[in-house]
C-alpha cells in the first residue's frame, strides 16, 4: 500500500514538473505526428466514403474516431508535384521540373530549403520519411547507386529514411535506407538507364512476355524484375532487388521499428505508402480476399497497414498523444499501365466518388481525396468538416501546431488553417488551386471551380480517364453539380473574367 502511495505522490510531481516547465516556457506539449500518405487512392475507395464495394474497416475506424474531410485536395493529380507541395509548402506548378519524375532524377527539392520535416526538427522533432518518394534523390549527375547517395531526404530536413527511390513500378527496384541501397553486393554494381538498354541480351516485357506473372497494358516493358515488367533499365543490384508482395510488411515493418525508438521523444513519420499503385501485388495472405481483382487486394492491404499503424501507437500509450493524418497523393486510377483485372473486376465500386476524372486530370477526382484527422482526446471522433482544404496548408498549420515561426519566404503557399484541421472550425480555404498532369489549373472559391483553358488532350486513352481539357474555359457550380457536368462559362461571363483574373494574379505571386 505504502508503495502504491508514493508511486501516486511520485506521478503528481512528475506531472507537476511537466506542467510548470510548460507553464514556465510557454511551450505547448508537441503531440507526434504521422502522415499516412497513400498513393492513388480514389475520394470513394474506402468505405467511410460512402461508394466503396469494399470495407476499409481499419480505415473506417480511424473516420469514426476522427474527422472526415469532404473537400480536402492534393496540390496536383499525380505523385511528385503533390509531394513537392506537401513537404515545401509551395505549389509545384511554380517551379519547373516537378512533373513525374523519372526513377533516375536528380532531387527536386533544392538542399536550402526549409521543409515540412526541417521545419519540425527546429521544433524538436524526430523525423522520418519510410515508403515512397519520387522526389529525385543525388545531385545534378544523379544518384550514386553504388555509393552513398545524397543529397536526398537527410539532407532537407528527415532524420531517417527508407524508400521505395521513386515508385513501384520504375527502376531501380531497390530499397534505400537513410544513404544507401539495402544489401547491395558490391560486386554486382547497379547501372541505371532511362534512355535505352544497358545490357542487349537482358530479357525485357516486350521481347520476353513469357517470364511476366504480370503484363503491361501500355508502357512499362523494360527491365523485368520479379516476374514485373518496369519503366526503365536496370542491370546488377540482384541481390537488393525487392519482392512486391513485401512492400506492405517491409515498410510497416520499419515503422514499428522507427516508432518503437522513438516512442519517448516527439517525432514526425511521414509513412508513405506503396499502395494503391501498381504495380498492384498483394502479400499472399490479401490475394483474392477482396473480389476485385489485385486493386482490390492491395486496398484491403492498404487497410490492414493503417491498422497496424494504429496498433503500435496504442501499444506505447502513444494514441492520445499522437495526430495521425491519413491522405492520398492523388486520385483514382484504375488501369494504370498493367492487365491486373481491375477494369473487368470494378463492379459497382466508386473509386472517385461521385466525382469526375481521376488521376491525372483537371476534375475534381485528380485532387479530391480521402482526408482524415485523429488525434485522440483532443479530436471529437466520427465528424466530418465539409471545409475547402489543401495539402499545401499541412505546412503552415503543423507549424502553428509546434509553435514554429514561418518566414514569409518559406512555405509561400501555406496558410495555417490549425482550427480546420482540428476540426475546431469549418472555414474554406479563400482559395484552392488544382493542377493536371498536363499542368491544366483549375481555381477554386467557395461553390465556383473555374478550369482554365488548355490544349491538352481531353482523355488519357491509356487509363481512360477524361482530363477535364477544353479550348475554353470551364466554371461550374460544385454546390449543384459536383459532378462537374454543366458548363457554365458562358452563363456567368463576369464570373468567368474575375476567376481568370484572381488565378493569373495567384500566379503571379
Ligand atoms: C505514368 C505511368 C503510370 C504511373 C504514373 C506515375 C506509364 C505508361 N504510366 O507515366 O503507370 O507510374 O506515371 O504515378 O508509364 S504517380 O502516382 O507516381 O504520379
Ligand atoms: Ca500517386
Keep these: 500500500m505504502r508503495i502504491i502511495i508514493s508511486r501516486f505522490f511520485m506521478l503528481l510531481i512528475v506531472s507537476a514538473s511537466f506542467t510548470s516547465v510548460h507553464a514556465q516556457t510557454g511551450q ?10 497513400t498513393d492513388d487512392l480514389g475520394y470513394g475507395d474506402i468505405s467511410s466514403y460512402g461508394t466503396s464495394a469494399i470495407a476499409t474497416p481499419n480505415i473506417d475506424r480511424l473516420a469514426a474516431t476522427g474527422v472526415k474531410f469532404t473537400n480536402a485536395h492534393a496540390t ?11 513537404l515545401t509548402g509551395k505549389y509545384a506548378w511554380r517551379k519547373a521540373g516537378t512533373g513525374i519524375a523519372p526513377g533516375d532524377a536528380s532531387l527536386i527539392i533544392p538542399v536550402n530549403t526549409t521543409t515540412l520535416p526541417g521545419m519540425l526538427q527546429k521544433a524538436g522533432y524526430n523525423t522520418a520519411v519510410i515508403g515512397k518518394w519520387h522526389l529525385g534523390l543525388g545531385d545534378e549527375k544523379g544518384a550514386d547507386w553504388n555509393g552513398k547517395i545524397t543529397p536526398g531526404p537527410i539532407e532537407i ?4 529514411s527508407f ?37 542487349p541480351n537482358a530479357p525485357t516485357g516486350k521481347k520476353n512476355p513469357e517470364l511476366l506473372k504480370m503484363h503491361p497494358s501500355h508502357g512499362h516493358d523494360m527491365t523485368i524484375v520479379n516476374g ?19 512492400f506492405a510488411d517491409v515498410l510497416v515493418k520499419k515503422a514499428k521499428a522507427y516508432i518503437t525508438k522513438n516512442k519517448s521523444n516527439p517525432f514526425f513519420l511521414y509513412f508513405s505508402t506503396h499502395d494503391i499503385h501498381v504495380p498492384r501485388v498483394a502479400h499472399e495472405r490479401f490475394v483474392g480476399k477482396s473480389g476485385m481483382g489485385p486493386r482490390g487486394d492491395v486496398l484491403l492491404q492498404l487497410d490492414w497497414t493503417v491498422g497496424q499503424i494504429e496498433e503500435i501507437l496504442a501499444k506505447y500509450g502513444l494514441s492520445d498523444n499522437t495526430l495521425i493524418i491519413f491522405t492520398s497523393d492523388n486520385g483514382q486510377v484504375i488501369d494504370d499501365g498493367y492487365k491486373d483485372e481491375a477494369v473487368e473486376k470494378l463492379g459497382n465500386h466508386k473509386p472517385g466518388g461521385i466525382y469526375r476524372g481521376g488521376k491525372y486530370s483537371a476534375f475534381e477526382a485528380g485532387t479530391r481525396v480521402p482526408f482524415i484527422v485523429k488525434w485522440n482526446g483532443k479530436i ?44 475546431q472550425s469549418n472555414q474554406s480555404r479563400e482559395f484552392l488551386v488544382e493542377q493536371s498532369i498536363n499542368s491544366t489549373l483549375s481555381l477554386l472559391i467557395g461553390k465556383w471551380k473555374y478550369i482554365e483553358p488548355s490544349k491538352g488532350p481531353q482523355i488519357n486513352k491509356d487509363t481512360n480517364t477524361e482530363l477535364g481539357n477544353l479550348p475554353e474555359p470551364q466554371l461550374y457550380n460544385l454546390a449543384d453539380d459536383p459532378g462537374e457536368i454543366k458548363n457554365l462559362a458562358t452563363v456567368y461571363p463576369d464570373r468567368v ?8 494574379l495567384i500566379k503571379q505571386q
Excluded at 530536413?157 to 531517417?160: D, V
Excluded at 473574367?497 to 493569373?504: I, N
Design 28 to 37: 505547448k506539449p508537441k503531440p507526434n505526428i504521422v502522415l499516412i500518405y
Design 76 to 86: 496536383s493529380a499525380t505523385c511528385t508535384p503533390s509531394r513537392f507541395s506537401l
Design 157 to 160: 530536413g528527415f532524420n531517417y
Design 163 to 199: 524508400l521505395i527511390p521513386a515508385t513501384g513500378d520504375r527502376v531501380p527496384c531497390v530499397f534505400v535506407e537513410n544513404h544507401h541501397v539495402v544489401n547491395l553486393d558490391k560486386n554486382d554494381p547497379i547501372k541505371v538507364s532511362y534512355t535505352g538498354p544497358l545490357d
Design 228 to 246: 514485373i515488367s518496369r519503366i526503365g533499365y536496370m542491370t546488377g543490384g540482384k541481390s537488393a532487388l525487392w519482392k512486391d508482395e513485401d
Design 380 to 423: 471529437k471522433g466520427g465528424v466530418s468538416n465539409d471545409a475547402l482544404f489543401s495539402q499545401v496548408d499541412l505546412y503552415a498549420s503543423l507549424a502553428a501546431l509546434a509553435d514554429v515561426p514561418v518566414e514569409a519566404s518559406q512555405a509561400p503557399d501555406s496558410k495555417n488553417h490549425l482550427p480546420v484541421l482540428l476540426n
Design 497 to 504: 473574367k474575375e476567376m481568370k483574373q484572381k488565378l493569373d
